[in-house]
């Protein structure tokens, strides 16, 4: 297998004059693009950065970024992306975990590399003007070189990425460059991408979906469309101006994206692929979501920072929830919840915990020097997801949520996902989180958090639960109504936030003529 620097090269190679990257007014083909990379990759040697050095970087989604992921896959060295909104205790906490050699970011980023204690001992490049003492990214890629050449074969270190980390700290993902590859393969092939494909290019690239997006298109000659960060208003104007032709979101901008007033003026034709990963989609998205593209292709993709990719479903709206069966390089289990052994199966049709093989190409080895993460979440071969699911009778997997999230109420187990998803199809909601809350008597119930876009009572939304036939222990027993749904920044929904309190209860209810 090839290593991914060779990988661009032969891309480069192929369609010198193919656009490859376009930012605002700039617009790179790949023959150009390769060109400021090798630029990159030479000073990068100047400095004496070495193949296994880590290089954290702090950037939305602009050209520098995407040009800085692909140098490093020349260079060798590991790229360890985190939010560009990260605190300085946070930078901290990566650059010492990963033993950083050099730290990139940009001028929104700044206060955090200023603040660090650690930074100061690094290299540091900005790629915003007036960076003080830091080395100016423009500096790095100012004169010419020759083209770069890969400097690390398939088994080196490609990327690290920082898992979430709710209540704890972080956990380093490393993955190879053959995995990477693997990964951005089996991308083009489940998104069924043809030669040329244009992307928005705007999950961003600490996040895998942002990645697998940069990577896919540059196997195929595609042109990745930078959005340095989310906006309904100008991903849609993109949409149109650059003509668009698949979509890679998560679920929460695609519901943005569509309920945006500017979206019925939008040309939004070009678009035939969509895609989703991140979290389930509710039925009433999903529908409206194949309505108003009418894609030749929506796709489920169900996977992970660790493993790519668990499963793919390439017709997710004519079955709504499920996540479809194993991606090319998987094979997943629905085990029993809390076993010990991949042995412990769940039955058909019983929830339990998802498990997916680490022989697949696509897989990590292991958490960065996390062996308790390790014990917990590699057994027997297998990286069990902390994901309950179930397999239906056409061996279809669906996804019901986390272990973690699981509601035990009166001793049955109820997970969120299902709730969401029935009232979701109310015309009244808008969007919908549902938790568990401590209660004296059934130990947890049901609570429905509930965004309006026109009056309806909690009684209503009850009588609708009840008519949709959903059991009688899962329908919420209390329903509260916010002014907005708590999201990470890369739009999940933060449960733990609406279990603390941590929300924004409505102020003012709807009208009708919202």
């Known amino acids: 297998m090839l290593d991914l620097a060779s990988s661009f090269m032969a891309s480069a190679a192929r369609d010198p004059h193919a656009i490859a990257l376009v930012d605002g007014d700039l617009r790179l083909t790949y023959r150009q693009w390769y060109d400021k990379i090798s630029s990159l990759v030479a000073s990068f040697d100047r400095l004496g950065l070495k193949p296994g050095d880590h290089v954290v970087t702090l950037l939305q989604n602009r050209w520098e970024a995407a040009t800085l992921h692909w140098a490093c896959q020349f260079a060798g060295l590991v790229i ?10 946070e930078l901290d906490y990566c650059v010492e975990n990963a033993e950083a050699c050099a730290i990139v970011y940009q001028d929104i980023s700044a206060e955090a590399v200023q603040g660090s204690t650690l930074s100061g001992k690094l290299l540091r490049v900005s790629v915003d003007p007036g960076a ?9 890629i100012k004169d010419s070189a020759p083209d770069a050449e890969p400097h690390v074969g398939t088994d080196a270190w490609s ?40 992307t928005l290019g ?44 698949n979509l890679y979101l998560v679920p929460t901008l695609y519901h943005d994206l569509v309920h945006h007033e500017a979206f019925a003026k939008t040309d939004v034709s070009s678009v035939r692929k969509l895609g989703f990963a991140g979290a389930s989609m509710t039925d009433g998205l999903l529908k409206k979501l194949n309505e108003a593209f009418k894609p030749e292709l929506f796709v489920n ?42 042995a412990e199966l769940a039955a058909a049709g019983e929830e339990g915990e998802i498990i997916a093989t680490l022989a697949g190409d696509e897989a990590f080895e292991g958490y960065w020097r996390r062996p308790e993460a390790d014990a917990k979440s590699l057994r027997e071969g297998w990286y069990f997801t902390g994901d309950t699911g179930f397999v239906d009778p056409d061996g279809d997997l669906f996804v019901t949520g986390r272990v973690d999230d699981m509601i035990i109420t009166g001793g049955e187990n109820v997970s969120p996902v299902e709730i969401e998803s029935c009232l979701s199809l109310h015309p009244a909601v808008d969007e919908v989180a549902v938790v ?49 749904i708590p999201k990470s920044p890369v739009g999940k929904l933060l449960r733990r936030l609406l279990v603390a309190g941590e929300y924004e209860a409505e102020r003012l209810p709807p009208s009708d003529a919202a």
């Not at 003080?132 to 790095?140: I, M, N, P, V, Y």
């Not at 993902?173 to 053959?178: A, E, G, L, S, Y």
């Not at 990645?211 to 959005?227: D, K, Q």
């Open 301 to 342: 993709h169900y996977g992970s920072s660790e493993i790519y990719t668990f499963t793919i479903d390439q017709n997710a709206a004519a079955k709504p929830g499920s996540a479809g069966k194993a991606g090319l390089n998987q094979h997943v289990k629905v085990v029993r919840i809390g076993a010990k052994s991949v």
């Open 132 to 140: 003080g003492e830091a080395t100016s990214f423009a500096d790095l």
């Open 159 to 198: 990327i690290m990425l920082y898992t979430s980390g709710t209540t704890s700290r972080p956990k380093g993902v490393p993955r190879r460059h053959r995995a990477e590859r693997a990964a951005a393969i089996a991308h083009v092939a489940q998104n069924l991408y043809g030669r040329g494909e244009r």
């Open 80 to 89: 360890t992306p985190i939010n560009w909104r990260a605190k300085a205790d």
């Open 436 to 484: 568990g809350v401590a209660d004296e008597k059934w130990g947890k119930v049901v609570a429905a958090f509930v965004k309006r876009n026109r009056p309806v009572s909690d009684v209503e939304l009850e009588q609708f639960c009840r008519t949709t036939g959903l059991a009688n222990f899962k329908r919420p027993r209390r329903y509260v109504f916010v002014d907005a």
């Open 202 to 245: 705007v999950m961003p690239l600490y996040h895998t979906m942002g990645v697998r997006s940069l990577l896919a298109m540059s196997l195929i000659g595609g042109t990745f469309i930078c959005l340095p960060r989310y906006d309904s208003r100008q991903a849609l104007a993109l949409i149109e101006k650059e003509e668009i032709t």
